[in-house]
């Protein structure tokens, strides 16, 4: 066992290096404090923990970093806009390691009233509707890192949608995470608001690009008022070197709908949390997500669907593709509250595992309290089905094609709920890269 | 052997049923016909008792007694027969077993001995052949997997083996192909002698090339708008139900 | 009355089984502490290596705690007040009935388990364990015949210490869990049964578990080997007086299958659950584990879980032959303010092994029930497959249904498959049944007989019947 008393805890020394965000809001600063007397001397999760029993982060603790701000020319490519997506032209916001780009930032051809902006800015000018909702929801029992992000957050985005107005073309949010030499840290905060009858698409994409170590901590809360919509895609390209550990939570109001995709590809560590709240009746939230690992990765995804009230129904799809030595982790929770009744669930977790070293761990759960729902999940871990394998060879394709095809048609159907077509186009070559560098394709041909 | 008077119902607290009155004879085929939802299913489920309807007003006389107090079970063992419009599937309970034991409840009633499987499956086999059912389908749990058409059959099915003297029929015509069509009406005009009677809710005019009704009623709104001979479906299918409400009085009364 | 209420109504039905037995106790110091555990090993006359099992798993035992992480909920138990053994105070002679206690043998009687010779259940051998200890078994000869043996482990400890040396304990380490330790340290009787290579037990063999003394804690222990190419089919039974306190049932079972040998082994768990306050019941703690050692070799649970305040039970299958299967098939019926957190461990070793879990579990009044369930393939278990279903069924909004699954896998050529469901008693399947002429009551076990089909199928016949009767008499009464 390691003496505490002389070496000072992970949390506390990534404390230490950073200085107070300087918000002068006294709402912000006292958030920002509470949040750091929480993880104050405490002890990163062990393996023991339960909702930590896969994913051990024992490389992580050993890691030093400094804050990514203190980086003073992070390494941006000369064509770092290439990475926004048509789509998205018109509005964007770039961060640099966390670190807002006003530069590489646009915000045009916003309808009347739309907010898209540097949540540090906004947050700086007082704004109301951003003081009100920060904070909120993002809270989960016995979890360091979403206070940690909350204690030392400085940009972010702020994106906020008035009544009855809809953003037609996406709203781009661009991690760009540089190649240095130093390993950082950073913690980007996202805080979105949709007003009543809203509604708004928005990207969020985290890009690593070198095979550095450093850590990504982002913490993203929604809020959806009544009869709002929201589609939120999230890639995460990050360094296969880096950690990344993510907290999302949405809040939805009556009527509304949330629909959260979440494509997991880079990263050595990564940890995403997400949870949806469907706070009132007639409510719908999807959550799905695609993971495919290699090498010596290993995602772990944690997911709440929380039905509080009646008539609400909710849906999740969540695919794994594992390879070499990765790792795959889901642990899907659905909860039932005793006044949802007429609930209508559904949660699938499918994993393909192609090579024999990979791990595939899947723990859906299901905790119902209300009598008169239909819930059901399912969880397969798996091959790729031999009839259809050798239907293809059959006609004609080598085993490798055949392993090819079959593996990109087993991630398409999450690729193709995505409403953004070049996002689509980028996921299917990213597939498609990913299969044909496949070993465990090629040994079995 | 029925007669409802001013019967009035309702459902979480919207009125459906708004004075409801039918006199139905032993030996008779009544078809009620309305658009959807004028209440037509929820009538044949009110006579059969469903517990999510509440009668407001009025009276259901059976055979001289009021059906309104009565348990759906005790009335479906006096001969009270419906067919679903949707029938309900029930996994882990197979057929041929749930329509042993329903038969012998009725058994039970009437002071008769009650069949025990290999007798049953005897006395089955005809009534299959009545509604040419594969007998496969026995030995599944209750509806569970079917077609459309093949829930529709084995109510018809069930409905042979029961013998009910007063059979609601909800509907038991959508959905089905011609073919089906004419050996379900077959097997309901098999089925039909002098002393039993039908209720027949139907949307279309169709199965009435089959089955001959008696009487028509027309149901709009939870009010039976006019009643007529078997003609009065032939004009229907002719002018559409607009032309009913457009040429009755509310509150047309049905003989 | 609404279908709701009505349900509800029909799942309430006094405990039958509740009356208590007068006899005399030899009695014992409350608490455990090594002297406790010496004079257990006292009283046995435990060889050596008996004693020293016990005193190394109660060592182990004083550095455990509790475990918390299930989905239960009870105040923390104090095992200072636990008497740790407790027999009735007439001995019997392990061979005649003559001997036995005649308020004992008429408990047996009012149970339904008559052990008398005249008569005695057909086809069936019966081992009768009262509180800690084994009364009667019946049928003894004619298993000895066949080469079968079937008797207390007390006895098997003196008559056959190599087996018991051998098999003990290595499917449940002494220090596998605090329950497990528990009971090896204090463990006072159970059934032994050996089956030698070759056999096929030609009658089923079943114990039947007493619990009567109020203050007294039940901790048996039982050992089933299967040697190559054998056969058994194991049933246990039990039952508990009504008290208003709660009593401690801590068992162990241990399976042990050689080259295709097979263990089925079934339960009907009908303890007494406490009343609608949650005052009183059994704490059922239990660890059941079978190791299908050999190739080929094929264990199998069935459980029918009604009873006990608590019940924290997870029958588990270790694959470790090539080809073996494990099975796990349950039906857990949770009432009033009854918490279950019950289901199985398949771990797969061994090449092509394969298992099924089939777990159905009803939950009414303010109960809790839970599945909790691993299915780990390791790496070198190539070629294996695991398909589980969980289907819960919730009667009422004031209880709640809890699935946990962890599925693992370690390899390209195995499968996992998991599903569940969550349903309730339909108004309109109710309806339906009622408008074919069943009364609602029978509609009801109709339709919870139908849940479950697929896991009675798997019990004897003679068990069978008595399951769905007891889950009848569970979920149904007058309707009120
Ligand atoms: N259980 C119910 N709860 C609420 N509304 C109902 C229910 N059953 C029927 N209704 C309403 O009552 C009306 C009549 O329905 P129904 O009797 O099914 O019509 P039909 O059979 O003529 O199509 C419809 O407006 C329908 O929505
Ligand atoms: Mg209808």
Known sequence: MTDIAKETLFLDRLLDRFEAAGFVNGKVAELQREAAREITGKELPTTRHEEW??????????????????????????????????????????????????????????????????????????????????????????????????????????????????????????????????????TPRCLI????????????DHIGLGSNVYLNCPVSEIALAENSHMTHVKLQRDSKKAYHISRLAADISRDSDYKSYAVQLGAHLSRSDVKAVLTDENTHATLDGLVMVNGDQLSDTHSVMDHTMPNCTSHQLHKCIID??????????????????????????RNLQLSNTGMAYAKPQLEIFADDVSCSHGATIGQLDKDEVFYLQTRGLRENQTREILTYGFALDVIESIPVPSIRERLSKEVEAYTHESKSIQELA | MLTIKNLHAEVEGNEILKGINLEIKAGEVHAIMGPNGSGKSTLAKIIAGHPSYEVTQGEIIYEGEDLIEMEPDERARKGVFMAFQYPVEIPGVSNSMLMREAYNEIQKEKGLDPLDPLEFEDYIIDKLNLVEMDQKLLDRNVNVGFSGGEKKRNEILQMAVLKPK?????????????????????????????????????????????????????LVNGRIHKSGGKELALELEKHGYEWVTANTEVNGEAK | MSDTQTIESLVKQPYKYGFKTNVEYDY?????????????????????????????????????????????KYPRINYDKIQFYSAPKKKPRLDSLDEVDPEILETYEKLGIPLSEQKMLAGVAVDAVFDSVSVATTFKEKLAEAGVVFCSISEAIKNYPDLVKKYMGSVVPYNDNFFAAMNSAVFSDGSFVYVPKGVVSPMELSTYFRINNEESGQFERTLIIAEEDSYVSYLEGCTAPMFSSNQLHAAVVELIALDRAQIKYSTVQNWYSGDEKGVGGIYNFVTKRGLCKGDYSKI?????????AITWKYPSVIMKGDHSIGEFYSVAVTNDKMEADTGTKMIHLGKNTNSTIISKGIAAGNSQNSYRGLVKISPKAANSRNYSVCDSMLIGDRCGAHTFPYLEAGNNTSSVEHEATTSKIGEDQIFYLQQRGLDEEDAVSLIINGFCKEVFKELPMEFAVEAIKLLGIKLEGSVG
């Open chain 1, 193 to 204: 608001v949709g007003d009543r009858s809203s509604e708004m698409t928005v990207v969020e």
């Open chain 2, 166 to 218: 007063l059979a609601l029929l909800d509907e038991t015509d959508s959905g089905l192909d011609i073919d089906a069509l004419r050996i379900v009406s077959e097997g309901i005009n098999k089925l039909n002698t002098k002393d039993n009677a039908v209720m027949l809710v139907t949307h279309y005019q169709r199965i009435l090339n089959y089955i001959t009704p008696d009487f028509v009623h027309v």
């Open chain 1, 324 to 349: 070499g030595h990765g790792t795959s982790v889901f642990n899907g929770k659905i909860f039932v509250r005793q006044d949802a009744q007429k609930t209508d669930a559904f949660q699938e977790n």
């Open chain 3, 300 to 308: 199998s649970w069935t459980q029918v879980e009604t009873g006990s």
């Open chain 1, 53 to 186: 029993k896969y994913c051990s982060l024992k490389s992580l603790s050993k890691e030093n970093f400094v804050p990514a701000q203190n980086i003073a020319s992070p390494k941006v490519p000369a064509d770092a806009a290439g990475y926004i997506y048509p789509e998205a032209e018109h509005h964007h916001l770039a961060f640099i390691n966390g670190v807002y780009s006003e530069k590489l930032s646009k915000t045009d051809r916003l309808p009347e009233g739309v907010i898209v902006a540097n949540l540090a800015d906004v947050l700086a000018e007082g704004n109301e509707v951003a003081l009100k909702h920060l904070g909120k929801y993002a809270k989960w029992e016995d979890d360091p890192f979403a206070p940690f992000n909350t204690a030392i957050f400085r940009d972010g985005a702020f994106i906020y949608v008035p009544k009855a107005v809809k953003v037609a073309d996406p709203i781009q949010l661009l991690f760009i995470n540089t190649d240095e030499r130093e390993q950082y840290v950073m």
């Open chain 3, 28 to 72: 014992f110091p409350k608490g455990l502490n090594e002297d406790i555990v010496n004079m257990i090993s006292d009283i046995k006359e435990d060889p050596d290596f008996m004693r020293e099992f016990r005193l190394k798993a109660y060592r182990h035992w004083t550095t455990m705690r509790d475990p918390l992480w299930a989905n239960i």
